[in-house]
T-cell receptor, first 108, second 114 residues
């Protein structure tokens, strides 16, 4: 099955800093999603981004499907950005394959 | 839209008890799934459904039953709870095949089996 690798595994940021999270995948995909799992455990949809670039407030994402990677940018980080960020791609028609996640800690 | 809802949020069971985790979505999505999330194991698919009346097994179906009598609801039944079923359970829904559509997750149910 398709492999999804995320880096870095952990990230500690000072409030206000910018950061980039990376997601590599082993095969071509028609769908890629970024999620934020907050400290309460909820999985929040951030982006549905099979290709191209999208922005939502301080977050943006870019997927280069031909090179099999996606980037998530966090700008001007806030403590509420803390949590685990997952990228996921379809394993098949009905199951997403998740990366191991990047744990982000934003310190005030 | 409420999106995907799950009840209860937390549950403690004793070994051997049975219970049903409820999941509902109001987006008229055809596909619904149940995952469990365990430390170091990521999210694993338990059961899924591609429409009312159609269900199938995922990676870890043993000990769980599902049914899909309506488009909106997809309950997960634990027949005889075991400590190995201690986990966080997520229900998810999608309009159609994942190659074409975004998947949405419910808030999760944290289950402890003692």
């Amino acid at each position: 099955g398709i492999q999804v690798e995320q880096s870095p595994p952990d990230l500690i940021l000072q409030e206000g800093a910018n950061s980039t999270l990376r997601c590599n995948f082993s095969d071509s995909v028609n769908n890629l999603q970024w999620f934020h799992q907050n400290p309460w455990g909820q999985l929040i949809n951030l982006f549905y981004i099979p290709s191209g670039t999208k922005q939502n407030g301080r977050l943006s994402a870019t997927t280069v499907a031909t090179e099999r990677y996606s980037l998530l940018y966090i700008s001007s980080s806030q403590t509420t950005d803390s949590g685990v960020y997952f990228c996921a791609v379809p394993f098949n028609d009905y199951k997403l394959s998740f990366g191991a996640g990047t744990t982000v800690t934003v310190r005030a | 839209n409420a999106g995907v809802t799950q009840t209860p949020k937390f549950q403690v069971l004793k070994t051997g008890q049975s219970m049903t985790l409820q999941c509902a979505q109001d987006m008229n999505h055809e596909y619904m799934s149940w995952y469990r999330q365990d430390p170091g194991m990521g999210l694993r698919l338990i059961h899924y459904s591609v429409g009312a009346g159609i269900t199938d097994q995922g990676e870890v179906p043993n000990g769980y039953n599902v049914s899909r009598s309506t488009t909106e609801d997809f309950p997960l039944r634990l027949l005889s709870a075991a400590p190995s079923q201690t986990s966080v359970y997520f229900c998810a829904s999608t309009r159609g095949r994942l190659n074409s559509y975004e998947q949405y997750f419910g808030p999760g149910t944290r289950l402890t089996v003692t």
